[in-house]
C-alpha cells in the first residue's frame, strides 16, 4: 500500500491525539493574535499609495513640509429668503467670540460674505495634530449650537472636514456594528438549518473566527514587510469568515455521510480527510492564487488586502486539516447533539442501498434538462447568462464623491449649504509645483496668472476673499494652488475641467520655467488616475490568475479539458455578475429599492477585487463538486451517471455553504455608503448565480455533452486514477438523480 495523501496523515494524527491537536491550534491562535499586537500595526503612507499624476502631486505636496491644521467653519444662512446682514453680523461675531474661548481652536478668521451676500462664512482653524480632530470637534459644534439658540432667526451650522468626519464615523460604525451583530447569528441559524444539530452548526463558526483571529495577527506582523491600509481587517474577516465556514463545511458533511454509512468516527474523518480534506487543499491553493494575483498591481491597497486574504486562507485550510479532524473525532456523535427535531429530521444524513447516500429527490429533478438535453441546456442557460455579463461592456469607473455620502447628517446637509453659497469649498485640482528655489518668485507669478484665467472660465469657481491662496514651502521649493471647480467631483464638467487644466492651463503657465516639476492632482485627479490604473492592470492580474488556476486545476483532476472547462465557467460568473452590478448600480431603478442614489459608476477598485475574489471563492464549489464527480468516475460509473452523482451528493453542502454566503454578504448591502452596497450585491448576487444556475445546469449540461472528453489529458499529465475503467459497472440506483 502506498504512502497516504499528507491531508489524510494530518488528520489521522489529529484524530488519534485530539487534545494534542486542540492545545496545538490554540497555541498557535494565541500566539499569532499576541505576537501581532506587540509588534504592531505598519500602515501604507501616501508615498505608498501613490499612483498616476495624482500621486505625483501628493509626492510634491508632501515634500514642501507644510503644516496642514484641520480646519471648521461657521455657516450663516437665512431660514428662507435673504440674508439679514446686521443680524448675521451680530451672529458671526457672537460666533467667533464664543469660539476664541474653545479648548482646542488655534484662530477665528474674519467673517467672510459669499458674493450673492446670502451667507456669511467664519473660518476656524483648528490646534493639535489634524489626524485626532474629528475626534476633538465636539466642544465645536456644541458652542456653534449654543450660537444658533441665541439668534432662531437665521440657520447658524458648523461644517468642515472633522465635523464630516465625525458624522461619518458616528453613521459606519452604527451601520458596521449591526452588520457585526446581524452576520454571526445569521450564518449560525443557516448552518443550524443545514445540520439540524447545534454542535454541528457551532463548529464551522468556531474554525472561521479562530483562523480570523490568528490571521488578523499574523498580518499585522506581514504589515512590517507590506504596510497594511484601513481596509484589510475588514477583508480578513470576510474573506476568513467565507472560507473558514466552507471548508468546515465541506468537511464535516462529508464526515456525517460516511458515519451515517456505519464507518467508525476514526475512518469517517479519515475518509473525509481524503476527499474533502483534498478539495479544501485544492479550493485553498485556488484562492491564495487569485489573491496573490492583486500584488501584481503594484498597488498598496491591494497588496495588503492580497496578503491579509493569503494569511486568512492559508490559515483557514491548516484548521481545517488539524484542528477541524480533531473535534470531529473528539466528538465523535455528539456533533449531531443537540439536535433540533424537525430540522433533524429534514438534514440527516440517509444512507439507501448498497451503503451508499439516499438519492434525493429535488436535485434530480433539477438536473434532468442537463443531463437528457445537454445541448440545449447549455445554450440556453450560457445566453442567459452571457445576457446578464452584456451590460459590463458599458461599465464606468469612478471613485465616490462628497455627493454619495449619505445626507442624513446635519453635517452633510450642512456642506450642500456651503458648496453652494461658496463654491470654492467644494470640489478642487491642486496644483503642485516643485522648482529650484531661486524660480519661486516666477512660479508663484505663473500660478497667479493661471487662477487669474481659470477664474474667467465657467468650468471653474473664481477664488473667494482676497484672491487666490498660493502656499510655499519653507525652503521655497514647493509651491502649491487650489483650483476650485462648482461641480460635483463625478461631474463631466469637473472631469473636463481636469484635462484642462493638465492639458492647456498648466502647461502654458509653468511650462518655460527652468528645472519646473508639475502635476495636478485632488479628488477628480484621484478618480480618474485611478481607475486608468485598474483598466491597465486589471488584464495583468486576470491572466496570471487563469494562468496558475489552470495549472493547478489541470495537476489536480489530471485534466485539460476539466482545467479548460473550470475557467470558462469562472469568467461567466464572474462576467454575469459584473453585468448584474452595473444594470443595477449604473442606473436608476433600484435607488428606492436599495437605498441609494445612483453614482452612474462603479466603484473603482471593486472590478478587481471582485474578480480575484469570486474567482477564489467559485472554485471552492468547482473543485468540491468535480471532485465527487470524478470519485464517481473512479468508482466506474460512465460520465452520465458520474455527473448525476457528483451534482446530488454534493448539492446540499454547496446550497448551504452558498446560502451562508449570500446571507453575510447581503448584509453589506444594507451599509450605508454606495461601495459597501456594491461589494454587498455584487457578492451576493455571483454567489448565488455560481451555486445555482452554473453549478446546477451549466456544468452538468457541458461535462455531460463532452463525455469521456472531460478526462482528455497528454500523456505526461495522465494519472491512473483519472482513468476511467473501460468497461465501468453499472451504478447504484440510489446514486443516479436522473437519466
Not at 386 to 408: C, Q, Y
Request: aromatic share 6%; glycine share 8%; hydrophobic share 50%.
Amino acid at each position: 500500500m502506498g504512502r497516504r495523501p499528507v491531508t489524510v496523515r494530518l488528520a489521522r494524527w489529529s484524530a488519534e491525539h485530539p487534545w494534542r491537536a486542540i492545545a496545538l491550534w490554540v497555541v498557535f491562535v494565541a500566539v499569532c493574535f499576541v505576537g501581532g499586537n506587540a509588534a504592531g500595526l505598519n500602515e501604507a503612507t501616501d508615498d505608498d499609495q501613490a499612483i498616476g499624476e495624482f500621486g505625483r502631486a501628493q509626492l510634491i505636496v508632501d515634500s514642501g513640509g507644510f503644516h496642514e491644521p484641520a480646519t471648521e467653519n461657521v455657516l450663516i444662512t437665512p431660514r428662507s429668503g435673504t440674508l439679514d446682514q446686521a443680524a448675521a453680523k451680530a451672529a458671526a461675531d457672537d460666533a467667533a467670540a464664543r469660539l476664541r474661548q474653545v479648548d482646542g481652536v488655534a484662530s477665528v478668521g474674519a467673517p467672510m460674505p459669499s458674493r450673492d451676500g446670502n451667507a456669511v462664512l467664519v473660518p476656524i482653524t483648528m490646534s493639535g495634530d489634524p489626524e485626532t480632530a474629528s475626534d476633538r470637534v465636539q466642544p465645536l459644534r456644541d458652542t456653534t449650537a449654543k450660537v444658533q439658540e441665541s439668534h432662531p432667526a437665521l440657520r447658524v451650522e458648523q461644517v468642515g472636514g472633522p465635523s464630516i468626519g465625525q458624522a461619518l464615523d458616528d453613521t459606519l460604525g452604527k451601520d458596521f456594528k449591526r452588520a457585526e451583530l446581524l452576520s454571526l447569528p445569521v450564518t449560525l441559524a443557516i448552518l443550524i438549518i443545514a445540520f439540524g444539530a447545534l454542535i454541528a452548526a457551532g463548529v464551522p463558526v468556531l474554525l472561521a473566527l479562530s483562523s480570523v483571529a490568528a490571521a488578523m495577527g499574523l498580518s499585522t506582523l506581514a504589515s512590517h514587510l507590506v504596510p497594511a491600509t484601513d481596509t484589510t481587517a475588514s477583508v480578513i474577516l470576510l474573506i476568513g469568515m467565507a472560507v473558514g465556514v466552507d471548508y468546515s463545511l465541506f468537511y464535516v458533511r462529508r464526515e456525517r455521510e460516511e458515519r451515517a454509512k456505519g464507518r467508525s468516527g476514526l475512518d469517517a474523518v479519515e475518509i473525509a480527510a481524503e476527499t474533502s480534506g483534498h478539495a479544501v487543499v485544492v479550493s485553498g491553493t485556488a484562492v491564495i492564487i487569485s489573491m496573490a494575483g492583486l500584488l501584481l498591481a503594484q498597488d498598496a491597497i491591494f497588496s495588503s488586502l492580497a496578503v491579509g486574504s493569503i494569511l486568512v486562507v492559508a490559515v483557514a485550510v491548516i484548521g481545517s486539516l488539524t484542528v477541524l479532524p480533531a473535534l470531529l473525532a473528539r466528538l465523535g456523535r455528539w456533533v449531531d447533539r443537540p439536535r433540533v427535531p424537525l430540522l433533524w429530521r429534514l438534514t440527516a444524513p440517509r444512507v439507501g442501498r448498497h451503503g451508499q447516500p439516499a438519492r434525493p429527490r429535488f436535485w434530480p429533478a433539477l438536473l434532468k434538462p442537463a443531463l437528457r438535453a445537454p445541448l440545449a441546456t447549455l445554450v440556453v442557460s450560457v445566453g442567459l447568462l452571457l445576457a446578464l455579463a452584456a451590460p459590463a461592456l458599458g461599465m464606468k469607473l469612478k471613485f465616490p464623491g462628497m455627493e454619495d455620502v449619505p445626507r442624513t447628517t446635519a453635517a452633510m446637509q450642512a456642506y450642500d449649504r456651503l458648496t453652494a453659497a461658496f463654491p470654492s469649498n467644494g470640489t478642487s485640482h491642486t496644483v503642485a509645483v516643485k522648482a529650484p528655489a531661486e524660480q519661486a518668485d516666477r512660479v508663484k507669478a505663473a500660478l497667479t496668472g493661471l487662477a487669474d484665467r481659470a477664474g474667467a472660465d465657467p468650468l471653474f469657481a473664481p477664488a473667494e476673499g482676497d484672491g487666490p491662496k498660493i502656499k510655499v514651502s519653507a525652503d521655497r521649493r514647493v509651491s502649491v494652488l487650489e483650483v476650485a471647480t462648482p461641480y460635483a467631483s463625478r461631474t463631466d464638467e469637473a472631469s473636463r475641467s481636469l484635462h484642462e487644466l493638465r492639458q492647456d492651463l498648466v502647461p502654458a503657465a509653468l511650462g518655460g520655467i527652468p528645472g519646473v516639476e508639475y502635476a495636478v492632482g485632488g479628488g477628480v485627479a484621484a478618480s480618474e488616475d485611478y481607475a486608468d490604473h485598474i483598466w491597465a492592470k486589471l488584464p495583468l492580474v486576470a491572466a496570471f490568475v487563469l494562468a496558475l488556476t489552470f495549472l493547478v486545476m489541470a495537476w489536480t483532476f489530471r485534466s485539460v479539458v476539466v482545467a479548460l472547462t473550470s475557467i470558462l465557467l469562472n469568467l461567466l460568473s464572474a462576467g454575469a455578475a459584473y453585468g448584474l452590478l452595473v444594470l443595477v448600480f449604473q442606473g436608476d431603478w433600484a435607488e428606492g429599492l436599495l437605498g441609494f442614489t445612483s453614482m452612474d459608476a462603479i466603484v473603482t477598485w471593486l472590478p478587481m477585487f471582485l474578480f480575484v475574489v469570486l474567482f477564489g471563492l467559485s472554485m471552492d464549489y468547482h473543485v468540491f463538486v468535480v471532485s465527487r464527480i470524478r470519485e464517481g468516475i473512479r468508482q466506474g460509473m460512465s460520465n452520465k451517471d458520474a455527473v448525476a452523482y457528483g451534482i446530488t451528493s454534493s448539492a446540499g453542502v454547496v446550497t448551504s455553504a452558498a446560502i451562508v454566503m449570500v446571507g453575510v454578504f447581503s448584509i453589506f448591502a444594507t451599509l450605508s455608503t454606495i461601495d459597501f452596497k456594491q461589494l454587498g450585491i455584487g457578492l451576493a448576487a455571483a454567489i448565488l448565480l455560481d451555486a445555482t444556475i452554473i453549478r446546477a445546469v451549466v456544468l452538468p449540461s457541458l461535462m455531460t455533452l463532452l463525455g469521456d472528453a472531460n478526462w482528455w489529458a497528454p500523456r505526461f499529465l495522465r494519472g491512473r486514477a483519472a482513468t476511467p475503467p473501460a468497461e465501468p459497472p453499472a451504478p447504484a440506483p440510489e446514486l443516479v438523480g436522473a437519466r
